[in-house]
């Protein structure tokens, strides 16, 4: 069984720590990604000597004993990761332009609630049965903890595919509290109409549980699952994407790149966009007509206008916590459409040695694909007037609003660089430039939560359009994806022998 070989089309996240937990049980692995860098979306870049990310600001699960700490540790790569925790003090930062309140969101399960009972003393009782609520929710959800898979067990919790908003509302009954608590759908893209309440408590409880984030750039952690794979015997090809997918009867017979190579294996993961990888399919149909409607069909999740900026030397300090902005306690469900930006997220990285001060800091600006459909036939470099002049506005908008926070925010400012959803479609070959994958909608549960598995046999799926987006979740469906071919639990049940 361990003696397969498998070939892994793109080297994002998903990608890549699926090759690594295969390659550590014998696999031969071999990942075709069609970019210069592996990584996906987690990439880092230099702008006159400021690095800046292009992804995954915030990571969740690695402190001791969760998830994603639990993996790395199995795959021995613990030791190679820098990361900073943030396990005490302020973990997010929430400022409501429309009463100028600032709230803060202490770290830990209990922080959490201390947190909320201090600005709302009266709403013990609904800040209780929430945050239990939120516990019951990802309880129901054995791969989130780890725990052996129960075949044939469907949900019993009636919250779970509840629409988020309304699953907030069964619980709070103050409406300004209401609205403060889906301050984090930044960080899923979330519809308060039709994304589902689980997605909700996901994100919830991993930030109650403690972020993190990676010293120096995210890529350092491409790096290091690189270089995991290649010492066992894996390789990862890049700059050269897979052109054709060759299939025969149920299952994909051979790949064929761009170069000109073919290459086989006994299985086949792919962790780019399943409606990019139907395309690829030299009979489309194959996987029948109405999955291949499906996936083409489901819609995206919203994308990103983001403002990479480098600080000048000891001018803006340092911030832990993530910071989150909302022109109104209404605009935390809104949309950024039509020029109109009420809402972003901003945080400072650290470097490796981190200090007082902030080297760069970053704004997140979710952003709907419409914004730049008038560009979308338009290449990087060959982009018109028109575009810049937009992307020149929406960066004064964000700047402005800024400056409401810190007076003196222009001053510390020593350069700018921005990206669009059309940069992030460009650079990382997603579709729509989609930040968290096809967008969850509880009226359409199934065309919007895919199966590892395809109609093809051989054919699976990882990456952040399968199950939960963000790091923790494309880990914890590489595993699930991995799963599949080594056995039902077979890495969790050795993960429960470690502890």
Not at 44 to 56: H, I, L, P, Q
Not at 342 to 356: A, C, H, Y
Request: aromatic share 10%; proline share 2%; hydrophobic share 40%.
């Amino acid at each position: 069984m361990l003696n397969k070989e498998v070939i892994v089309i793109g080297a994002g996240l998903g990608g890549l720590f699926s090759a690594a937990l295969l390659s550590k049980e014998g696999m031969k692995v071999t990942v075709i990604e069609k970019n210069r860098k592996p990584g996906g979306g987690m990439q880092s870049y230099n702008r006159k000597g400021a690095v800046f990310d292009t992804d995954m600001h915030v990571i969740t699960s690695m402190f001791e004993g969760g998830s994603v700490y639990r993996l790395c540790r199995y795959l021995g790569i613990l030791n190679d990761i820098c990361i900073e925790n943030v396990a005490d003090g302020i973990s997010d930062k929430i400022y409501v332009a429309e009463d100028n309140s600032v709230y803060n969101i202490s770290a830990g399960r209990e922080g959490f609630m201390q947190s909320l009972l201090h600005y709302f003393p009266d709403e013990e009782h609904d800040i209780c049965a929430y945050v239990k609520a939120l516990d019951a929710i990802t309880d129901e959800m054995d791969l989130f903890l780890l725990r052996n898979s129960r075949q044939n067990v469907f949900v019993q919790n009636a919250d779970f595919f509840m629409p988020v908003d309304q699953f907030i509302s069964k619980y709070i009954h103050n409406l300004k509290l209401r609205r403060l608590l889906a301050y984090m759908n930044v960080l899923y893209a979330g519809d308060c109409r039709v994304t589902p309440a689980y997605l909700h408590a996901v994100i919830a409880v991993l930030l109650q549980k403690g972020v993190s984030r990676f010293k120096g750039g995210t890529y350092r952690f491409v790096e290091v699952l690189v270089r995991f794979i290649q010492a066992h015997g894996g390789t990862v090809i890049t700059g050269e994407g897979v052109s054709d997918i060759i299939v025969e009867g149920d299952k994909v017979k051979y790949v064929k790149t761009d170069a000109g190579r073919v290459l086989s294996a006994d299985v086949y993961i792919s962790s780019i966009h399943p409606a990019v990888l139907l395309d690829l399919l030299s009979d489309r149909f194959a996987v029948s007509k109405s999955y291949y409607a499906q996936l083409q069909g489901t819609e995206d999740s919203c994308s990103a206008f983001i403002l990479n900026i480098k600080l000048k030397k000891d001018s803006f300090p340092y911030m832990r916590y993530s910071s989150y902005y909302f022109e109104s306690y209404e605009s935390v469900w809104s949309a950024n459409r039509k020029g109109a930006i009420t809402k972003f997220m901003f945080l400072t990285p650290p470097v490796q040695d981190q200090g007082e001060y902030a080297h760069t800091l970053c704004i997140t600006v979710p952003m709907d694909w419409n914004e730049v459909v008038a560009w979308e036939n338009s290449t990087i470099g060959k982009r018109s007037k028109s575009y810049y002049e937009w992307k020149d506005k929406v960066a004064e908008t964000v700047l402005s609003k800024m400056e409401r926070l810190f007076p003196f925010f222009r001053e510390v400012i020593a350069l700018v660089d921005t990206a669009s959803p059309l940069t992030i479609r460009d650079h990382t070959g997603v579709r729509h430039g989609a930040m968290c994958g096809y967008k969850k909608d509880v009226n359409n549960f199934i065309t919007s939560h895919l199966p590892v598995r395809t109609r093809l046999s051989n054919l699976l799926l990882t990456g952040q359009n399968v199950n939960i987006h963000g790091f923790c979740g494309v880990i914890l469906t590489s595993l699930q994806t991995c799963e599949e071919i080594l056995g039902t639990n077979y890495i969790i049940e050795k993960l429960h022998v470690e502890g």
